[in-house]
């Protein structure tokens, strides 16, 4: 994201009246907007936000899938799939629970805008830089900030699939917990259903920079949906099983116990924090 700005669609949240405030991960995200609803609210409908500001992470290369299966716990995907993803430090501590969506056969994007997305985003970082006997640990493999590559936007809520189906009038969404590629009218995408313990109906839809302005402003055209800027975007993350795990601050321990009973560990003991969490 550009320093001082809140990503391509800057102007359209100025207009809408929007707070602006400091991203943990550079340059400025939304807030909250004058006369916000409040969340509950929004679901009735269909809550509308940009996600530029948040942890927007893209793991790629042909070395990709042994890091990502290295930093998240979760089952390994295939391509087409997303999912909710553990992500582990070293000592079992958790990082994260980003949404991982598997894209290519090399590359896997993450999303996190909860508080702990910049952790997220330095611990990847350190991952792919990481030395092992011989040179990197994990080669061939990259984590870029995906930000400027295509615009992210979540469209949340009971009149969430309602709503995007007036654009994708001659082709399926996707189910549950997949992502594909769509065309919403005139416009290509990349559009994920979120996964159902996501705890809420919803859609994470990927636009050209060149066509987000247009679409944002589309979307806003129907009366039941709602802007909402990150404050609530953060506590919708909080209504996730392991939404109060993510709030805390420092390091943040989970038991093991827990983790499975929230669908978040493999049985393979392959990932970061494995041996840590079995000591």
Same mark, same amino acid.
């Given at each position: 994201?550009?320093?001082?700005?809140?990503?391509?669609?800057?102007?359209?949240?100025?207009?809408?009246?929007?707070? /602006?405030?400091?991203?943990?991960?550079?340059?400025?995200?939304?807030?909250?907007?004058?006369?916000?609803?409040?969340?509950?609210?929004?679901?009735?409908?269909? /809550? *509308?936000?940009? *996600?530029?500001?948040?942890?927007?992470?893209?793991?790629?290369?042909?070395?990709?899938?042994?890091?990502?299966?290295?930093?998240?716990?979760?089952?390994? %995907?295939?391509?087409?799939?997303?999912?909710?993803?553990?992500?582990?430090?070293?000592?079992?501590?958790?990082?994260?629970?980003?949404?991982?969506?598997?894209?290519?056969?090399?590359?896997?994007?993450?999303?996190?805008?909860?508080?702990?997305?910049?952790?997220?985003? $330095? !611990? *990847?970082?350190?991952?792919?830089? %990481?030395?092992?006997?011989?040179?990197?640990?994990? +080669?061939?493999?990259?984590?870029?900030?995906?930000?400027?590559?295509?615009?992210?936007?979540?469209?949340?809520?009971?009149?969430?699939?309602?709503?995007?189906?007036?654009?994708?009038?001659?082709?399926?969404?996707?189910?549950?917990?997949? #992502?594909?590629?769509?065309?919403?009218?005139?416009? $290509?995408?990349? #559009?994920?259903? /979120?996964?159902?313990?996501?705890?809420? +109906?919803?859609?994470?839809?990927?636009?050209?920079?060149?066509?987000?302005? #247009?679409?944002?402003?589309?979307?806003?055209?129907?009366?039941?949906?709602?802007?909402?800027?990150?404050?609530?975007?953060?506590? *919708?993350?909080?209504?996730?099983?392991?939404?109060?795990?993510?709030?805390?601050?420092?390091?943040?321990?989970?038991? +093991?116990?827990?983790?499975?009973? !929230?669908?978040? /560990?493999?049985?393979?003991?392959?990932? #970061?924090?494995?041996?840590?969490?079995?000591?």
């Amino acid at each position: 994201m550009s320093a001082g700005r809140a990503g391509i669609l800057h102007d359209e949240h100025l207009l809408l009246g929007a707070h /602006l405030a400091d991203s943990d991960l550079g340059g400025l995200a939304v807030a909250s907007y004058a006369g916000e609803k409040d969340l509950g609210s929004a679901l009735e409908g269909a /809550l *509308l936000a940009d *996600l530029s500001g948040s942890a927007y992470l893209l793991v790629s290369g042909p070395g990709s899938p042994a890091l990502s299966r290295a930093a998240l716990a979760g089952r390994a %995907l295939a391509v087409g799939e997303a999912a909710f993803e553990a992500c582990l430090a070293g000592d079992g501590a958790l990082v994260s629970v980003p949404l991982a969506l598997r894209t290519g056969d090399g590359e896997t994007v993450l999303l996190d805008p909860s508080p702990r997305g910049a952790v997220l985003a $330095g !611990w *990847l970082g350190f991952l792919a830089g %990481l030395e092992g006997q011989g040179g990197r640990a994990f +080669p061939d493999a990259e984590v870029t900030d995906a930000s400027e590559m295509l615009v992210a936007l979540l469209l949340a809520g009971d009149a969430a699939e309602a709503v995007l189906c007036d654009y994708a009038r001659t082709e399926p969404l996707p189910p549950a917990g997949t #992502v594909a590629p769509t065309h919403l009218d005139a416009i $290509g995408a990349l #559009v994920a259903r /979120l996964p159902e313990d996501a705890g809420v +109906p919803g859609f994470v839809v990927f636009v050209p920079p060149a066509s987000a302005r #247009v679409l944002w402003r589309s979307l806003l055209s129907f009366n039941e949906v709602t802007p909402v800027g990150h404050e609530a975007l953060r506590a *919708l993350a909080e209504r996730a099983p392991w939404g109060s795990a993510l709030a805390r601050e420092g390091r943040c321990p989970v038991a +093991p116990d827990e983790l499975r009973r !929230w669908g978040l /560990l493999r049985d393979e003991a392959d990932y #970061v924090g494995a041996r840590a969490l079995e000591g």
